[in-house]
T-cell receptor, first 112, second 116 residues
């Protein structure tokens, strides 16, 4: 069993819908949680960063961490076609981005 | 400011051949790493380095060698390529120490390797 599990999708939704992406993990030592976005044929780019449990909002994006359930989520409001990409959750025991453990990635398509 | 530069972008090898994937960064990041990305497996850490002269193994190091003689460069060597090493390889870098809070992992655009 992988340390971080993520439904690979693919997920296809209409423009304007609310999107929910999720990951579960097994290592209770993970403290730092991130979401990366990867466009086709590009390297991943950091989208959201959270430390420990709670919510963090940035524009149309909200990241949520529930350490008691070992579950993290990313919500996208008012989704746009430009949000079409693969979304990867990532987490780390140590502070920062070293030795990140990634989920499998969810491929998301927003249909106009 | 180029960020993280990976060469080549594409490569086809025959089983048993060797090659080196190049990674160069101009952000003065101490930490450099190599990941491979395979369908259904996500990104898996191969090797990493926290500074010149220091390297360590990640989750899937077998079949790969690395060295770090300078801050800027972190080449990945395949000594005898196997079909199982067909993948997309990403080099990624970041800051270390107290400056890492909120600091992202910066990725190159990948090297697509096929081993036949």
């Amino acid at each position: 069993q992988k340390e971080v599990e993520q439904d690979p999708g693919p997920l296809s939704v209409p423009e304007g819908a609310i999107v929910s992406l999720n990951c579960t993990y097994s290592n209770s030592a993970f403290q730092y949680f991130m979401w990366y976005r990867q466009y086709s044929r590009k390297g991943p780019e950091l989208l959201m960063y959270t430390y420990s449990s709670g919510n963090k909002e940035d524009g149309r994006f909200t990241a949520q961490v529930d350490k008691s359930s070992k579950y993290i989520s990313l919500f996208i409001r008012d989704s746009q076609p430009s949000d079409s990409a693969t979304y990867l959750c990532a987490m780390s025991v140590v502070r920062g981005a070293q030795k990140l453990v990634f989920g499998q990635g969810t491929r998301l398509t927003i249909n106009p | 400011n180029a960020g993280v530069t990976q060469t080549p972008k594409f490569q086809v090898l025959k089983t048993g051949q060797s090659m080196t994937l190049q990674c160069a960064q101009d952000m003065n990041h101490e930490y450099m790493s190599w990941y491979r990305q395979d369908p259904g497996m996500g990104l898996r850490l191969i090797h990493y380095s926290v500074g010149a002269g220091i390297t360590d193994q990640g989750e899937v190091p077998n079949g790969y060698n690395v060295s770090r003689s300078t801050t800027e460069d972190f080449p990945l060597r395949l000594l005898s390529a196997a079909p199982s090493q067909t993948s997309v390889y990403f080099c990624a870098t970041c800051l270390t120490g107290i400056r890492t809070i909120g600091s992202p992992l910066h990725f190159g655009n990948g090297t697509r390797l096929t081993v036949t």
